[in-house]
């Protein structure tokens, strides 16, 4: 899953006025599809964040902070993906300790979540199902995440160029969203990815590159 995103806030849907049911759409009319069991539990989490009028991205948020809780805690990991206890033991865990440790109490994501570890192989699919949501958000709300990574820390200047080269990129009507990274082993240039696009611009490519050529023709 990716980290919680800084993209404006917004409702899934607007709360229905009293007396009226929310409109909630169907997994075909999500704008993106996912198959598998991962994909429809985060299709499930979808309509569940529309029904309530629940804000996406809190949800996302809401994910992101349990998998960083999970990652430090592994007895508690441990638990909650253990076979022998009940759904009633694990649900016990998440409330004592789990959901009190965190700083989001997303009702929309507790929910989904004590009903996921009904699931056997919740272990199997949690990270997946965490990933999967936080797709099916950035497609509902426009959004195309890019990941810039560079030897040295961008400038504003040069961090301003290569949003507005992406900009040019993407559909009409979406938004870009870029997170900058530095990795000295790339030596130089950059490793830009859009979406599921990847351009590798870095001298380390390319000194890879010069030496498969040279033991091509040596």
Request: hydrophobic share 45%.
């Given at each position: 899953?990716q980290p919680?995103?800084?993209?404006?806030?917004?409702?899934?849907?607007?709360?229905?006025?009293?007396?009226?049911?929310?409109?909630?759409?169907?997994?075909?009319d999500?704008?993106?599809?996912?198959?598998?069991?991962?994909?429809?539990?985060?299709?499930?989490m979808?309509n569940?964040?529309?029904?309530?009028?629940?804000?996406?991205k809190?949800?996302?948020?809401?994910?992101?902070?349990v998998?960083?809780?999970?990652?430090a805690?592994?007895?508690?990991?441990g638990?909650?993906?253990?076979?022998?206890l009940?759904h009633k033991?694990?649900?016990?865990l998440?409330?004592?300790?789990?959901?009190?440790?965190?700083?989001?109490?997303n009702?929309?994501?507790r929910?989904?979540?004590?009903?996921?570890v009904?699931?056997?192989?919740?272990e199997?699919?949690?990270?997946e199902v965490?990933?999967?949501y936080?797709?099916?958000?950035?497609?509902?709300?426009?959004?195309?995440?890019?990941?810039?990574?560079?030897?040295?820390?961008?400038?504003?200047?040069q961090?301003?160029q290569?949003?507005?080269?992406l900009i040019?990129?993407?559909?009409?009507?979406?938004?870009?969203?870029?997170?900058?990274?530095?990795d000295t082993?790339?030596?130089?240039?950059?490793?830009?990815r859009?979406?599921?696009r990847a351009?590798?611009?870095?001298?380390?490519?390319?000194?890879?590159?010069?030496?498969?050529?040279i033991?091509?023709?040596?």
């Amino acid at each position: 899953m990716q980290p919680a995103r800084s993209f404006a806030k917004g409702k899934a849907a607007a709360v229905p006025a009293k007396g009226k049911a929310a409109a909630v759409p169907s997994m075909g009319d999500h704008k993106l599809q996912l198959n598998g069991v991962a994909g429809r539990m985060a299709h499930r989490m979808l309509n569940a964040t529309y029904q309530t009028g629940a804000d996406l991205k809190d949800t996302n948020a809401f994910l992101a902070e349990v998998q960083t809780h999970l990652k430090a805690s592994a007895d508690l990991k441990g638990a909650l993906m253990a076979k022998e206890l009940t759904h009633k033991e694990k649900s016990t865990l998440m409330e004592d300790i789990l959901f009190k440790g965190m700083t989001n109490k997303n009702l929309v994501g507790r929910a989904m979540l004590t009903k996921m570890v009904e699931d056997a192989d919740f272990e199997k699919h949690f990270d997946e199902v965490c990933s999967d949501y936080d797709r099916l958000v950035y497609a509902e709300l426009g959004i195309v995440p890019a990941e810039v990574v560079s030897a040295i820390p961008l400038s504003k200047q040069q961090s301003k160029q290569i949003k507005t080269k992406l900009i040019t990129l993407i559909s009409k009507g979406q938004t870009v969203e870029v997170t900058e990274s530095v990795d000295t082993n790339i030596l130089g240039g950059l490793v830009v990815r859009l979406g599921d696009r990847a351009q590798d611009l870095s001298v380390a490519s390319r000194l890879s590159q010069l030496e498969i050529g040279i033991r091509a023709i040596a």
